[in-house]
């Protein structure tokens, strides 16, 4: 029908438009902050666009429920202004038509939306780890600047390098100092370099040819001590553990899964899909119930809607992760609310017009006996 292909390229392109702008947007601040982190040392300069491709795929799914909705409100507010919804009206198109078009348009986009949601966003989420792992290992040296103190071990380990070494995997005329509760120790050494233990995972830098140092600071007896190797941990597989996240599980992983906070997981990643159908019918039905008021009105409520929506559905996946909901409940009561809202705008119109009509035939006496 050329009615429906006529609404389904206007839905499109809107849509588009939003979706390019939020990802030019948020590419351009996340590459702001790669490049700060290269700069730094922290990210090797060959994985910054890496890192930016899998952080992008990663936020998708974040950021499609608001563009769907913001992209039909621009395409039926256009269509408002310009008075096409009530030529559509007068030839016959009613509401429910308008409706189902956005719907079937809404379920074919919720295709798009399950598979970017379920299977690639973790996998690039996963991606994302690997490389911020592989980042930390390669960035050790390269993030250690001659003449300039690098903190380990949240502070516990402060590293001085006089010089690089000419293959710039290793580091020469070196100092550390080790905090260890109260004693301070120092060591000195003609040549370091970091070494990834493979059976624990531990991190260590293994100094050559050097001294040893430790006292307790304000007391003039210290030890000394020479050697040919000396290993010091500077961060343990425990922590490089901890880094790993949730979303970067994969969605067969955590379906059915009795953990709470794999269960907010996938309640939230199904969530994201319901919230590009609920809120395209959201858009639909806030130009209708507002075709004859101010134009950015609808924008005002969806936007305020959506905020509120996004909100509730953050609030509940963390009370259901901290075991406060049951996972019956879990963020499902949202999507209620939601529904509620929509069928709210939607029979609001009619009960307008219906208390209007109804007052219009009010009997009203004469006037006299």
Excluded at 22 to 39: E, P
Excluded at 197 to 204: A, C, F, I, R, V
Aim: charged share 20%.
């Amino acid at each position: 029908m050329i009615i429906q292909h006529y609404i389904y390229r206007e839905l499109m392109q809107k849509f588009l438009w939003i979706l390019s702008l939020l990802i030019l947007v948020i590419a351009s601040n996340r590459f702001v902050g790669f490049l700060a982190d290269a700069a730094e040392g922290s990210l090797p300069a060959d994985m910054v666009f890496l890192m930016l491709a899998y952080k992008m795929l990663a936020t998708l799914p974040k950021i499609l429920p608001i563009s769907i909705l913001v992209g039909m409100l621009l395409a039926f507010s256009r269509m408002s202004s310009d008075r096409e919804l009530v030529i559509l009206a007068a030839s016959g198109v009613s509401k429910l038509f308008q409706i189902g078009v956005v719907l079937r348009f809404a379920m074919v986009f919720c295709l798009f939306v399950s598979v970017i949601t379920l299977y690639f966003a973790p996998w690039a989420e996963q991606g994302v780890h690997n490389l911020k792992e592989r980042a930390k290992q390669e960035s050790d040296i390269s993030g250690i600047k001659a003449g300039q103190f690098k903190e380990f071990s949240k502070g516990d380990r402060v590293v001085y390098v006089q010089k690089p070494s000419p293959d710039n995997v290793s580091m020469e005329e070196v100092f550390l100092q080790v905090r260890q509760q109260a004693n301070l120790g120092v060591l000195t050494s003609d040549s370091a370099r970091f070494k990834v233990d493979e059976k624990s995972g531990n991190k260590y830098i293994v100094f050559s040819d050097g001294r040893r140092y430790v006292a307790e600071p304000g007391l003039l007896d210290y030890q000394i001590t020479e050697y040919e190797k000396y290993a010091i941990l500077t961060e343990s597989a425990e922590s490089n553990a901890a880094g790993g996240k949730t979303g970067a599980l994969l969605t067969t992983e955590i379906m059915g899964s009795d953990n709470k906070v794999h269960q907010a997981e996938f309640q939230w990643r199904i969530s994201l899909i319901l919230s590009c159908l609920l809120l395209s019918l959201l858009a639909i039905v806030l130009i209708q119930s507002h075709t004859s008021e101010r134009r950015y009105m609808p924008f005002v409520i969806g936007i305020s809607i959506y905020l509120i929506y996004s909100n509730l559905l953050g609030i509940a996946k963390t009370l259901l992760s901290r075991d406060v909901l049951p996972g019956f409940i879990g963020l499902w009561w949202v999507h209620i609310i939601l529904i509620a809202v929509l069928l709210t705008f939607y029979y609001l119109p009619k009960y307008r017009y219906m208390k209007k009509d109804g007052d219009e035939h009010q009997f009203i006496p004469a006037d006299g006996p």
